[in-house]
């Protein structure tokens, strides 16, 4: 299975919400048809069908996601929390820069006591945050003379 298989497998709301039930607990299909607020059988039926590559059904019947179905929530989890990965680090730098201004002109004698932790703490959410995390400050195909 590709990721691209995947990824068409889970390309609708519904279906993201379908994983998001799944990943709490093996559930049947009037569980799933409840909890999602769906009135048409049908319609659950086919989304379930699109997601046959991300799901299977136990011995009792009941829906459970496989192994690309974990992966594919946490690859949900991933793009709904890029955005704010990048805000986290911003959030963060402006902390650093606010909190050792502060402490050069308000106790000057204790600024290398601050200016250490916080230059050192910035560094490795730094790191995490761009190397680890893989999150980019600007969108890809960015034009350099914006």
Not at 27 to 40: P, T
Not at 64 to 86: F, S
Not at 120 to 142: D, H, I
Request: avoid cysteine.
């Amino acid at each position: 299975m590709t990721s691209d298989e995947v990824f068409e497998a889970i390309s609708h709301p519904i279906r993201i919400a379908i994983l998001k039930q799944l990943e709490k607990r093996p559930l049947g299909f009037a569980d799933l048809k409840r909890r999602l607020k769906i009135k048409s059988s049908g319609k659950l039926d086919f989304h379930l069908k699109k997601m046959g590559n991300v799901i299977t059904t136990t011995k009792e019947g009941q829906y459970t996601l496989n192994d690309r179905g974990y992966a594919a929530v946490r690859a949900v989890y991933i793009v709904t929390n890029y955005g704010w990965q990048k805000r986290a680090w911003l959030i963060n730098l402006a902390t650093v820069i606010f909190l050792n201004v502060y402490m050069f002109f308000a106790v000057p004698e204790f600024f290398i006591f601050t200016a250490l932790p916080t230059i050192g703490w910035l560094a490795f959410y730094s790191y995490w945050t761009f190397v680890k995390r893989g999150v980019r400050l600007r969108e890809n195909g960015a034009n350099d003379d914006d």
